[in-house]
């Protein structure tokens, strides 16, 4: 649907309530006669829609501006910081994180807690995330927003009934919306909307979002906390795109067992289990919330890793380079355990995919984000939603 022009006349209301409603989010602050010629709507229309988005408390009057013409001064709209919140989460093997998420993209409150059983199952992850969901309805509630739902990322894939499958979880066709759901009544009282999302493609849409990602190009991020994964946005709507299991490529023919059983995958080389055994062999595997980052930092600057590193670059360029002729023009963001490997490991895996790519290589570059990329872009789901569609919000 084409949502920067008026609709006619099926769903009109709705269309032209999102579209007065992304125009404050993109421009804002702006004035109801700026909204109406941007929009193309009536005046009359344009205060009409403006005055139910203000009752939701999805947008708030900034005030007068100034004004040296004839007529009454105009009044300004802006998103508003204190409306509805979303809560993102992030399920890893080690650890449960959580960011509380304004409707403009900022975050008002982080909560991680360990898991200190990885083979609990998702009994144990559902248990852990109970103290981050405490934490963050308590912040919510201390702000007077309203939480509009929770989104949960996990590495894995998660079908159309909501349920997930995940080899590094250890999880088969788990209900996972349906458990935090049963969890949050106890929590809460009430009822909160709770999806489960594909935790690598929402690692694209941070770096889309939050990363400074260039918003006109394709975008290919690879990351992940105990095995890599690949997030793929193709076009402008955070809709489109796809997401994959990427350590499960094999890339080495006969190599080392992996975690999933087969042998020679990408993870056995530059996976995060394997190098963070090579920064430290005595030291269990953790996550970057958990202590992996420095781990990882510490790898760069060992010159008996050096061959090591340069082998993972060489891996990873085998298994991106199918992948990136299909999409000769997008960047690639490194995130995960490989974000701190920084430039230089950025540079080794653009070089080899210069060998392999008929027309070069694309920009590589290493995410800037935290450790909790995932719950962030979770939480960021459920406010552009608010944003995209307030018709429903306004119906619920």
């Known amino acids: 649907m084409d949502w920067a022009s008026p609709a006619r006349p099926v769903g009109q209301h709705a269309h032209n309530l999102a579209l007065v409603s992304r125009l404050i989010a993109d421009d804002g602050p702006v004035s109801r006669a700026e909204l109406a010629q941007r929009s193309g709507l009536t005046k009359t229309t344009v205060t009409q829609l403006t005055g139910e988005l203000l009752d939701a408390g999805l947008v708030r009057e900034l005030g007068t501006a100034r004004h040296g013409g004839p007529g009454r001064p105009a009044t300004h709209l802006v998103v508003n910081v204190l409306g509805p919140v979303g809560i993102g989460m992030q399920i890893e093997a080690d650890h449960v994180a959580g960011c509380l998420v304004d409707l403009t993209g900022r975050v008002r409150d982080r909560a991680v807690r360990r898991i200190d059983d990885p083979d609990g199952g998702p009994g144990v992850a559902v248990k852990a995330a109970e103290p981050v969901l405490r934490r963050l309805l308590a912040s919510a509630d201390a702000r007077d927003s309203v939480v509009a739902g929770i989104a949960v990322g996990v590495p894995g894939r998660v079908d159309g009934q909501r349920r997930v499958d995940s080899v590094e979880l250890g999880w088969v066709r788990v209900p996972l919306?349906?458990?935090?759901?049963?969890?949050?009544?106890?929590?809460?009282?009430?009822?909160?909307?709770?999806?489960?999302?594909?935790?690598?493609?929402?690692?694209?849409?941070?770096?889309?979002?939050?990363?400074?990602?260039?918003?006109?190009?394709?975008?290919?991020?690879?990351?992940?906390?105990?095995?890599?994964?690949?997030?793929?946005?193709?076009?402008?709507?955070?809709?489109?795109?796809?997401?994959?299991?990427?350590?499960?490529?094999?890339?080495?023919?006969?190599?080392?067992?992996?975690?999933?059983?087969?042998?020679?995958?990408?993870?056995?080389?530059?996976?995060?289990?394997?190098?963070?055994?090579?920064?430290?062999?005595?030291?269990?595997?953790?996550?970057?919330?958990?202590?992996?980052?420095?781990?990882?930092?510490?790898?760069?600057?060992?010159?008996?890793?050096?061959?090591?590193?340069?082998?993972?670059?060489?891996?990873?360029?085998?298994?991106?380079?199918?992948?990136?002729?299909?999409?000769?023009?997008?960047?690639?963001?490194?995130?995960?355990?490989?974000?701190?490997?920084?430039?230089?490991?950025?540079?080794?895996?653009?070089?080899?995919?210069?060998?392999?790519?008929?027309?070069?290589?694309?920009?590589?570059?290493?995410?800037?984000?935290?450790?909790?990329?995932?719950?962030?872009?979770?939480?960021?789901?459920?406010?552009?939603?608010?944003?995209?569609?307030?018709?429903?919000?306004?119906?619920?």
């Open 177 to 396: 919306a349906s458990l935090l759901t049963r969890r949050l009544e106890m929590l809460s009282g009430g009822i909160i909307p709770v999806e489960a999302h594909d935790g690598f493609r929402l690692a694209a849409l941070a770096e889309r979002w939050f990363g400074g990602a260039d918003p006109t190009r394709p975008l290919v991020t690879v990351a992940g906390e105990s095995s890599l994964g690949v997030g793929v946005i193709d076009g402008p709507g955070w809709e489109r795109g796809y997401s994959g299991p990427l350590g499960h490529v094999r890339v080495r023919r006969g190599g080392d067992r992996c975690h999933c059983g087969a042998r020679g995958c990408l993870d056995t080389a530059a996976g995060p289990r394997f190098l963070l055994r090579v920064s430290d062999s005595g030291a269990p595997v953790l996550s970057r919330l958990r202590g992996g980052e420095s781990r990882m930092r510490a790898l760069t600057r060992n010159p008996e890793a050096s061959a090591v590193l340069r082998r993972a670059a060489s891996a990873l360029g085998d298994a991106l380079a199918g992948l990136l002729v299909a999409h000769s023009s997008a960047s690639v963001v490194l995130g995960g355990h490989l974000a701190p490997l920084g430039s230089g490991f950025a540079e080794q895996v653009a070089a080899a995919l210069d060998r392999r790519l008929p027309d070069g290589a694309p920009a590589v570059t290493t995410s800037s984000l935290r450790g909790d990329a995932v719950a962030l872009a979770a939480g960021g789901t459920v406010t552009r939603r608010l944003i995209e569609n307030p018709a429903r919000w306004l119906a619920s």
